[in-house]
Nanobody, 115 residues
Framework: QVQLVESGGGLVQPGGSLRLSCAASGTIFSINVMGWYRQAPGKQRELVAVISSGGPTDYAHSVKGRFTISGDNAKNTVHLQMNSLKPEDTAVYYC?????????WGQGTQVTVSS
């Protein structure tokens, strides 16, 4: 079992930046992928960015060039640096981890981009 706790959401103006963090605990040795998904009101949950244990990353087309995912293996933490935020980035952001065949999710953190 992997437990995930997110932090760093909030309200920011368009063009601003936020940094999300996700700390993993539990059977962390089995984690091979971590990342972030988001869900806006009335929409399906969608992938934002993922990072594999070997380092490769993948991003949604809508966030490429603006968001950066990084991992800190020593602290069992993954970060999402979000720059040039747009109103359409407003959503609940969920941390995700895959350990073997099992998926784990955080409780979600709200990101609101508004003037």
């Amino acid at each position: 079992q992997v437990q995930l706790v997110e932090s760093g959401g909030g309200l920011v103006q368009p063009g601003g930046s936020l940094r999300l963090s996700c700390a993993a605990s539990g059977t962390i040795f089995s984690i091979n992928v971590m990342g972030w998904y988001r869900q806006a009101p009335g929409k399906q949950r969608e992938l934002v960015a993922v990072i594999s244990s070997g380092g490769p990353t993948d991003y949604a087309h809508s966030v490429k060039g603006r968001f950066t995912i990084s991992g800190d293996n020593a602290k069992n933490t993954v970060h999402l640096q979000m720059n040039s935020l747009k109103p359409e980035d407003t959503a609940v952001y969920y941390c995700y981890a895959r350990a073997g065949p099992y998926d784990s999710w955080g409780q979600g953190t709200q990101v609101t981009v508004s003037s």
